[in-house]
């Protein structure tokens, strides 16, 4: 704890240097509104995800999100009131009814007899019908149908042209979370990732300090094979794992598909990043801390522990951050290492199950993408200043 | 040598209709309690789900075992991995034959009991057919019969809006020759006929494959489809691009097809149907399998809506009305008493009506009630399974992979992009060859 208030005056000084600093050169402004113009670029996908994610199936269907924020005319088939609904009104045969439903905002601008021409009559006008009567719709969809006789039509559609004004929706969400096994998913899910991120982080930095600070013969070597090690498909690694795994399940009993199993998996996938990365890191501290701590008597392994952690905090963090987006990420290694029944599926797979076998279901996949990224970023946002703390440690170091 | 098999086989249909209900008598399922098993499948949606899972229930509830359901839309690589690692499920139910194939000759399938074959041929309308698509070379070479279809869809479909014909005094076509007539009456009338889409992430291009598999059962007999199919003659034989230059007919005409020709390539298969239901219409009919009103607009009720017709046949050809279609191959992968039993279950008519009364489910066993059928539209397609006088299976599954999921789905592409069939039928006969 103490080197952590330590290090904070470090960092809070050059700070406040760096802001007062700032002088507004064109150039700057320049960099500033090209930073600016990137970072909406950037935003404009996940911005476009977010309100198709409030927009019902139909409307994805056949236009973009870009025109669901504004009033779009478009044209329908409505089918009219069948002879049950006549009721005889003096003289007259009359059906009442609403184009447009109940409970419908939109407005009706203009409607039609033939399929081909929705619009050819303006809202409020009368019409003789093909199949005999008049019929007259106002604006906002309801009509009355009168002929001097009985009807006696099977189904009869109208045409109609209206004002659709944007229509949000929280349905998809809805789907979502209430369908069936999305709770016991992401309990799934955090029982595969919480542990996954820790014991790689664990291993990692005991390794990554020993390869950073310890003299042992064939040490670069190792670092070498650990480069090396980065670009492994893990693909590859599948089959032979899960072969070695039902070895051992068979021997010694038990499942192969299991949570130790994937959590081992995911340490083993992501173990080279880990140390590679916390090893750069250590090895950049200052080399006089470690020699004056030796010097004092201190231990290899009380250096690491009150020493480097606390300094390689930022790098622990960063990592964590990656390999918990990693794995909550996953599909691959979860279906393969964890099996696909309804109790055993992570998050990532249970959205997939919900698109249907062949994408039936692709609306609510937008929705579904927000609901799972809300515990990666609830995970960057709290780890975030220690991100941002290292960053700016590592830029100071430096000048 | 089909056609007479065939023959034979409706004019059993009725004959069978006794017998079916003495075949089921005679499985008899033992007991297994205690016993555990997985079926593993491609069905991931929740419906589908709980259709296989009460169709599982049954299965548990006659024998006391203890069978679950795994599903997985990647199942191709999965049970792969699976079966090479050691930890097959005892019961897999395979979407493409040809996978099945590939794993029975590396000896990981269990071939089904003696007299298997006969049980298919008996109950299965089109039998020959059924029994055919799941026989395959095993290990040593010797070919066995794997495993037989459970749940199979048909492709040979469009769909229409009644009204719309009604409203524009359209009939329902009884034959390629009338179909084509109406197109051009659709044409003249100043609408556009077809809504096609080829668009599927990876896999764009499949839906033209289906429709040149489906003009080359209508244009030349099945045993030139199965040749095909098998590479006996080549791809590009004048047969085949005959087949594929009558699907650009439909498709490379800008008149025919809604957005123009260009718009075939880059339009998402399940988006296309949506044409069929804009005012004023896009198109009047999209050919496409069973399971595409899942895409129609929410609320459609099908037979009122939305309804379909028998993609037909030519009258001058003399083949008959042949069915293109797909489905999944159940098949033991892992053997155990209990796998032995599920696959003894699923020949029984129960299995079959459990799914057929809730939807997407369709079964060529002639012993299941067609009443048990969830609505009207399923039980017309089921009726059409049964009188299929030829039925063959989606030749693009059959085809290895790397054609049949590869070169034949680009090679379309390429073809509604502009390029000639006989091109288009040269490069994947190439990419075969190189194989």
């Known amino acids: 704890?103490?080197?952590?208030?330590?290090?904070?005056?470090?960092?809070?000084?050059?700070?406040?240097?760096?802001?007062?600093?700032?002088?507004?050169?064109?150039?700057?402004?320049?960099?500033?509104?090209?930073?600016?113009?990137?970072?909406?670029?950037?935003?404009?996908?996940?911005?476009?995800?977010?309100?198709?994610?409030?927009?019902?199936?139909?409307?994805?269907?056949?236009?973009?999100?870009?025109?669901?924020?504004?009033?779009?005319?478009?044209?329908?088939?409505?089918?009219?009131?069948?002879?049950?609904?006549?009721?005889?009104?003096?003289?007259?045969?009359?059906?009442?009814?609403?184009?447009?439903?109940?409970?419908?905002?939109?407005?009706?601008?203009?409607?039609?007899?033939?399929?081909?021409?929705?619009?050819?009559?303006?809202?409020?006008?009368?019409?003789?019908?093909?199949?005999?009567?008049?019929?007259?719709?106002?604006?906002?969809?309801?009509?009355?149908?009168?002929?001097?006789?009985?009807?006696?039509?099977?189904?009869?559609?109208?045409?109609?042209?209206?004002?659709?004004?944007?229509?949000?929706?929280?349905?998809?969400?809805?789907?979502?979370?209430?369908?069936?096994?999305?709770?016991?998913?992401?309990?799934?899910?955090?029982?595969?990732?919480?542990?996954?991120?820790?014991?790689?982080?664990?291993?990692?930095?005991?390794?990554?300090?020993?390869?950073?600070?310890?003299?042992?013969?064939?040490?670069?070597?190792?670092?070498?094979?650990?480069?090396?090690?980065?670009?492994?498909?893990?693909?590859?690694?599948?089959?032979?794992?899960?072969?070695?795994?039902?070895?051992?399940?068979?021997?010694?009993?038990?499942?192969?598909?299991?949570?130790?199993?994937?959590?081992?998996?995911?340490?083993?996938?992501?173990?080279?990043?880990?140390?590679?990365?916390?090893?750069?890191?250590?090895?950049?501290?200052?080399?006089?801390?470690?020699?004056?701590?030796?010097?004092?008597?201190?231990?290899?392994?009380?250096?690491?522990?009150?020493?480097v952690l606390?300094?390689?905090?930022?790098?622990?963090?960063?990592?964590?951050?990656?390999?918990?987006?990693?794995?909550?990420?996953?599909?691959?290694?979860?279906?393969?290492?964890?099996?696909?029944?309804?109790?055993?599926?992570?998050?990532?797979?249970?959205?997939?199950?919900?698109?249907?076998?062949?994408?039936?279901?692709?609306?609510?996949?937008?929705?579904?993408?927000?609901?799972?990224?809300?515990?990666?970023?609830?995970?960057?946002?709290?780890?975030?200043?220690?991100?941002?703390?290292?960053?700016?440690?590592?830029?100071?170091?430096?000048? | 040598m089909h056609k007479t098999l065939l023959a034979g086989a409706s004019a059993l249909v009725l004959s069978l209709a006794l017998a079916a209900p003495a075949s089921a008598q005679a499985v008899e399922l033992p007991d297994l309690s205690g016993q555990s098993l997985t079926v593993f499948g491609p069905w991931v949606g929740g419906a589908e789900i709980a259709a296989i899972s009460a169709v599982i229930a049954e299965f548990n509830e006659q024998t006391g075992a203890n069978a679950e359901y795994v599903g997985s839309d990647s199942l191709e690589q999965q049970i792969v991995i699976d079966a090479q690692a050691g930890s097959a499920p005892e019961v897999t139910f395979f979407p493409q034959p040809g996978l099945a194939a590939n794993m029975a000759s590396q000896g990981f399938l269990t071939p089904l009991p003696e007299g298997s074959d006969q049980w298919i041929l008996d109950n299965y309308a089109a039998g020959q057919s059924w029994v055919d698509l799941g026989t395959y070379a095993d290990a040593n070479g010797e070919?066995?019969?794997?495993?037989?279809?459970?749940?199979?869809?048909?492709?040979?479909?469009?769909?229409?809006?009644?009204?719309?014909?009604?409203?524009?005094?359209?009939?329902?076509?009884?034959?390629?020759?009338?179909?084509?007539?109406?197109?051009?009456?659709?044409v003249e009338d100043g609408g556009t006929p077809w809504c096609i889409g080829l668009g599927s992430e990876a896999a764009t291009g499949w839906p033209a494959t289906d429709w040149v598999e489906d003009l080359m059962l209508r244009l030349h007999a099945p045993e030139v489809y199965d040749q095909w199919v098998s590479n006996e003659i080549p791809f590009n034989d004048p047969r085949v691009v005959e087949a594929i230059e009558a699907f650009g007919m439909f498709a490379k005409n800008d008149a025919w097809v809604a957005g123009g020709a260009q718009a075939v390539g880059t339009t998402d298969f399940r988006d296309s149907p949506a044409g069929l239901f804009q005012v004023p219409p896009q198109c009047y009919m999209h050919r496409q399998a069973s399971f595409i009103p899942a895409f129609f607009p929410d609320g459609t009720e099908l037979g009122v809506d939305a309804d379909f017709f028998y993609f037909p046949s030519y009258a001058e050809k003399d083949l008959g009305n042949p069915v293109m279609g797909g489905g999944t191959l159940a098949a033991i992968t892992n053997d155990s008493p209990a796998a032995q039993a599920f696959m003894d279950y699923l020949k029984l008519p129960v299995a079959h009506e459990i799914w057929m009364s809730r939807s997407g489910f369709l079964t060529p066993h002639q012993g299941a009630d067609l009443a048990a059928y969830a609505d009207d539209t399923l039980r017309a397609q089921g009726e059409i399974m049964l009188n299929a006088t030829?039925?063959?299976?989606?030749?693009?599954?059959?085809?290895?992979?790397?054609?049949?999921?590869?070169?034949?789905?680009?090679?379309?592409?390429?073809?509604?992009?502009?390029?000639?069939?006989?091109?288009?039928?040269?490069?994947?006969?190439?990419?075969?060859?190189?194989?």
Request: no cysteine.
């Open chain 1, 1 to 307: 704890m103490a080197t952590i208030t330590q290090s904070s005056p470090v960092t809070a000084e050059p700070k406040a240097g760096i802001l007062s600093n700032i002088k507004v050169t064109p150039g700057k402004a320049m960099a500033h509104l090209a930073l600016l113009l990137l970072v909406l670029i950037w935003t404009v996908p996940t911005f476009g995800l977010l309100i198709s994610s409030v927009r019902d199936r139909d409307q994805l269907a056949v236009s973009g999100w870009w025109t669901s924020l504004t009033t779009v005319q478009r044209s329908f088939a409505g089918v009219l009131g069948t002879p049950a609904d006549q009721v005889q009104e003096d003289d007259q045969f009359v059906i009442r009814g609403n184009v447009l439903g109940d409970d419908s905002n939109q407005v009706l601008v203009g409607f039609g007899t033939s399929i081909n021409n929705p619009a050819e009559f303006p809202a409020g006008s009368s019409v003789e019908m093909r199949t005999g009567g008049t019929i007259t719709v106002s604006e906002d969809g309801s009509y009355v149908w009168t002929s001097p006789t009985a009807f006696a039509h099977n189904r009869v559609r109208l045409f109609y042209t209206s004002q659709v004004p944007p229509r949000f929706t929280l349905d998809n969400y809805v789907e979502v979370i209430t369908a069936a096994g999305i709770g016991r998913a992401f309990v799934n899910s955090f029982t595969v990732t919480v542990p996954a991120t820790i014991i790689p982080i664990l291993i990692a930095a005991f390794a990554a300090y020993a390869l950073a600070w310890m003299r042992f013969p064939g040490r670069t070597l190792l670092v070498a094979l650990m480069v090396g090690l980065l670009v492994v498909p893990l693909q590859m690694s599948l089959i032979p794992l899960l072969r070695l795994y039902n070895g051992i399940a068979t021997t010694f009993g038990g499942s192969a598909k299991s949570y130790l199993g994937i959590w081992l998996a995911h340490t083993a996938f992501g173990l080279p990043l880990a140390i590679y990365l916390l090893r750069n890191y250590m090895a950049g501290l200052p080399r006089e801390i470690m020699e004056s701590a030796r010097m004092d008597g201190a231990s290899h392994f009380q250096i690491f522990v009150t020493m």
């Open chain 1, 310 to 399: 606390p300094l390689s905090f930022p790098a622990l963090a960063s990592f964590a951050i990656f390999q918990f987006l990693w794995v909550w990420n996953d599909l691959l290694v979860a279906i393969v290492f964890l099996g696909q029944s309804q109790n055993e599926l992570v998050l990532t797979g249970q959205l997939r199950a919900l698109l249907g076998s062949r994408g039936d279901n692709w609306e609510i996949l937008t929705a579904g993408a927000f609901i799972s990224i809300v515990v990666p970023l609830v995970v960057f946002f709290s780890l975030q200043r220690y991100f941002v703390r290292g960053l700016l440690a590592g830029s100071v170091k430096g000048g």
């Open chain 2, 143 to 186: 070919d066995q019969l794997y495993g037989f279809f459970y749940n199979v869809n048909l492709k040979s479909l469009v769909w229409y809006v009644p009204d719309n014909f009604e409203d524009a005094g359209y009939e329902v076509p009884e034959t390629m020759e009338d179909l084509i007539a109406l197109s051009e009456q659709i």
């Open chain 2, 390 to 435: 030829t039925f063959r299976f989606d030749g693009s599954d059959l085809m290895p992979g790397a054609i049949g999921a590869g070169a034949f789905w680009t090679g379309m592409v390429d073809f509604v992009g502009g390029a000639s069939a006989e091109d288009v039928a040269n490069n994947i006969e190439t990419a075969w060859s190189n194989l």
